[in-house]
């Protein structure tokens, strides 16, 4: 990368602070389901064949309701492959959201790729999943270039970060059109903790629309945790996978998908008509 181009990227564009008399957060109409697919491909390595296939899952979650796919393709490799990625991008007729770290590795992945959307998401070899958000805010400096070089290419970038105000003003310092905040600890929460960790995500939701950001949430979302967060007016999507891919043994990918898509869709009716009530 030329230096010219880091000078570019570097530039932080000037803060935005909350209205200080917020009006209510607008309502956004219509919640867009992400499936990921990321342990179709953890069942079909346990036997190192081809069978299951993330690829025909895709499909059959696009049948059901899916309104995008998201597959992270890991450093180690331990789910997704290079292949699964390649025929998902030759093969789907909805967007593909791919999950990165901020790699050179895979910031060439996806240049070649280009998926409609990349998710920046911090990696560890270590961690059984993606344990928590990204510190965009410590990390302005090594972010900035990969989320330039994918803005460049037409890519539609989010960070994934926790419910922080001040990691959603960093990740638009950093130039990301989009934030998935991180719903981790809210699903994992006990229930006494559970309505404090909503209100951390009500209030990032609604900062993000404030300063100009598309907000998504994802990770952990189950059938008892998705209809608060899919009732929070200013999130646009859900990404969901686990759970989901989970319940499929017991019913079928297709029906797992459609009770979520049905749950989603029904707590956003809902809010949209008790708004204009
Ligand atoms: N969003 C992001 C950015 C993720 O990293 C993950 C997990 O890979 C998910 C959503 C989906 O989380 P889960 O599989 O727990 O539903």
Not at 208 to 220: N, Q, R, T, V
């Amino acid at each position: 990368m030329s230096g010219d181009r880091r000078a570019a990227i570097h530039v932080r564009p000037e803060p935005v602070h909350a209205r200080p008399e917020r009006e209510e957060p607008s309502m956004k109409q219509y919640l867009r389901l992400g499936v990921n697919i990321d342990h179709v491909a953890t069942i079909r390595n346990a036997r190192g064949g081809v069978h299951p296939d993330p690829v025909r899952a895709a499909t059959q979650a696009v049948k059901a309701g899916a309104d995008g796919i998201t597959a992270h393709l890991r450093e180690d490799r331990r789910h997704i492959s290079d292949g699964d990625i390649e025929r998902l991008t030759d093969q789907l007729t909805v967007p593909l959201n791919f999950e990165m770290a901020a790699t050179d590795e895979m910031l060439e992945i996806a240049l070649r790729h280009k998926p409609h959307a990349a998710c920046i998401v911090p990696e560890k070899r270590e961690e059984q999943t993606t344990e928590g958000g990204l510190d965009v805010a410590a990390g302005h400096d090594v972010l900035a270039p990969y989320v330039g070089r994918l803005v460049d290419a037409g890519i539609r970038v989010s960070m994934f970060i926790e419910a922080d105000p001040a990691q959603l003003d960093a990740a638009r310092a950093v130039g990301a059109p989009v934030v998935e905040l991180h719903t981790g600890a809210y699903c994992d929460a006990r229930d006494a903790d559970r309505p404090a960790e909503l209100v951390r995500i009500v209030k990032a939701a609604a900062h993000a629309e404030d300063i100009g950001l598309e907000c998504h949430a994802g990770h952990g979302l189950t059938f008892d945790t998705v209809s608060p967060v899919a009732a929070i007016p200013t999130i646009v999507e859900l990404n969901i996978g686990h759970f989901l891919i989970g319940e499929a043994i017991f019913g079928g990918l297709e029906s797992s998908i459609k009770r979520m898509r049905a749950l989603m869709d029904r707590v956003r009716a809902d809010a949209v008509g008790k708004r204009s009530a």
